[in-house]
């Protein structure tokens, strides 16, 4: 059986469990919860400073190749599989086998973003965010002939259908209208960090209406807001708009 094999690369604190949650609705589909998070962890010193990373690191094989070889291109029941991935994730990883996926590329804006990221770790370093990676996995990405949908969050909560059929349509999959609910609650597929990250997502029984913030920016976030709006902004020039 071909397997089709998204990843889904999304920055922190976004809407990519929610989207996770939404493929797992689909009776073709199975949902892996970011696979290369322990492989970041034991490569990084982000275990001194990412709740559960104890835990995650009990839970998950640190070795990339052995990740590639038993879970993201392992066999698998359903004809798609969809990977929850972060973009931060990827340290010293070779970036080839992304040649075998179908790449999607997921942003928020940092306005949003950060604030939230910072109620779990406090003052992100500028690789965590994400950003920087998503301009250059883009540039990888087109450099070997793939052109990957980019999403919004914003854009995707002002109209989820419409921004999920415009998906469905780019990566050649039929849209399925269970993607737009499901049951409150945690998943099966949850990865062992979801105590600690998941708690609104457990709460919603689909995506929730955009609400844009209406709280002041935190002055110790500026510095890194200002290192992060001119990437985000780049990438967001390509993202699928809701209509």
């Known amino acids: 059986m071909d397997t089709k094999r998204i990843c889904v ?139 990957p949908p980019v999403l919004e969050s914003k854009q995707v909560l002002l109209n989820p259908e419409s921004v999920l059929r415009q998906l469905c349509n780019a990566i050649d999959i039929p849209f399925d209208p269970a993607m737009l609910t499901w049951d409150a609650g945690a998943r099966p597929e949850d990865g062992s960090w979801a105590k600690y990250w998941y708690h609104r997502v457990h709460a919603s029984t689909g995506f929730a209406p955009y609400v844009a913030k209406n709280t002041p920016f935190p002055e110790k976030l500026k510095p890194l807001l200002a290192q992060c709006v001119p990437l985000y902004e780049e990438l967001a020039q390509h993202a699928i708009q809701a209509n």
């Open 9 to 147: 690369w999304s920055g922190p604190r976004n809407i990519s469990t929610a989207l996770m949650y939404s493929f797992a609705q689909r009776k073709d589909t199975t949902v892996v919860d970011e696979p290369i998070y322990a492989h970041y962890l034991h490569t990084t010193n982000a275990d001194t400073y990412h709740p559960g990373a104890a835990e995650t690191l009990q839970t998950q094989d640190t070795n990339w190749r052995n990740v590639m070889r038993d879970v993201i291109f392992a066999e698998y029941d359903t004809p798609i599989v969809f990977f929850k991935q972060m973009t931060h994730h990827m340290v010293n990883i070779e970036w080839d086998w992304l040649r075998e996926c179908t790449n999607v590329l997921l942003t928020r804006d940092p306005v949003d973003m950060l604030p939230s990221y910072a109620k779990n770790i406090e003052l992100p370093p500028l690789h965590d965010t994400g950003y920087a990676i998503h301009l250059e996995m883009l540039d990888y990405l087109k450099s070997i002939g793939q052109t």
